[in-house]
């Protein structure tokens, strides 16, 4: 069992730039791959970026690639996502996940935890 709490999510200017980390819970963080996952009001929930369990394999959605950044500290049971060069369009709750999936995987009911989600409203 994972238990995931997100934080780190705000308001921001376009431009700008902010860090989302996630906690989590339990002994055995460091078996689970972890993703990020972004909803926007009135669209489906979407795949940003994902990290393999030893940090070592990181995947993006096209969407963000060049602009945001996944890692991960295991001894601090933390994933992180640092988001640079923030765009309206990256308005969405952000929620981070874990799963026992051996490789990389964008396919959100692939993930067995999820965490409750953290707000980030860019303006324009």
């Known amino acids: 069992q994972v238990q995931l709490v997100e934080s780190g999510g705000g308001l921001v200017q376009a431009g700008g730039s902010l860090r989302l980390s996630c906690a989590a819970s339990?002994?055995?963080?460091?078996?689970?791959?972890m993703g990020w996952f972004r909803q926007a009001p009135g669209k489906e929930r979407e795949f940003v970026a994902d990290?393999?369990?030893?940090?070592?394999?990181?995947y993006y959605a096209d969407s963000v690639k060049g602009r945001f950044t996944i890692s991960r500290d295991n001894a601090k049971n933390t994933v992180y996502l640092q988001m640079n060069s923030l765009k309206p369009e990256d308005t969405a709750v952000y929620y981070c996940?874990?799963?026992?999936?051996?490789?990389?995987?964008?396919?959100?009911?692939?993930?067995?935890?999820w965490g409750q989600g953290t707000q980030v409203t860019v303006s324009s």
């Open positions: 996940a874990a799963t026992t999936s051996v490789v990389v995987t964008t396919t959100a009911s692939d993930y067995d935890y």
């Open positions: 339990g002994r055995t963080f460091s078996s689970y791959a």
């Open positions: 990290i393999s369990w030893s940090g070592g394999s990181t």
